[in-house]
């Protein structure tokens, strides 16, 4: 019996020291207060993940309800000592609307450099936001963003960067997006 609780033990501790990422609970209402100034006019996104040696906060926002054309600014900040600081931040503009799929998004580690890769995706839409135009995969990965995108006739295309990822990575990327429900 001693020996069976002392294995759960020994494996409930290297889960312990496996865990490298930490997602910590944050509301849009949070960032009244946040200690930098992030784009657009409105956030609608919020996540703040911590891994082994960084403070991250991700930040979706867009641009003034109604704006032709749409924008939406991805950005993530870092704590560096006790400033956060923008530490990466993708743009994206379309001439209708632009819809992030809050619950879609991934936090990973599949380099296992103890280092947070984050995806998260979004739609364009015609302006009415009667008809979607396309399903993409934003990709923040050391600094530089990834962008995979299937159009409505499901048509597949990525960004020129995109084949310069570690294959591990890819792999991740490539199981998350096969098994995304894009046309529902």
């Known amino acids: 019996m001693s020996k069976i609780f002392l294995t759960i033990i020994l494996f409930l ?9 930490t997602s910590i609970a944050m509301n849009v209402k949070d960032l009244k207060d946040a200690p930098f100034k992030f784009k657009g006019t409105r956030a609608m996104m919020v996540d703040r993940i911590n891994d082994t040696s960084t403070k991250n906060i991700f930040v979706f926002s867009k641009v003034s309800s109604g704006s032709i054309p749409d924008t939406l600014f991805a950005q993530k900040f870092t704590k560096i000592g006790e400033v956060w600081k923008l530490s990466q931040e993708e743009t994206i503009t ?17 380099d296992k450099d103890k280092n947070v890769d984050v995806l998260f995706i979004y739609s364009l839409h015609d302006a009415a936001m009667q008809k979607q135009l396309s399903v ?16 409505e006739d499901r048509h597949h295309s990525q960004s020129e960067n995109f084949s310069g990822l570690p294959q591990s990575v890819k792999d991740y990327v490539a199981k998350y997006w096969e098994g995304l429900d894009k046309w529902n």
Request: hydrophobic share 45%.
């Open 94 to 110: 379309h001439k209708g609307a632009i819809s992030i799929w809050g619950a879609r998004k991934a936090f990973f580690d599949a």
């Open 13 to 21: 501790s290297l889960n312990c020291v496996n865990a490298q990422i």
């Open 136 to 151: 993409n995969l934003l990709l923040f990965y050391k600094g530089e963003s990834y962008i995979l995108t299937e159009t």
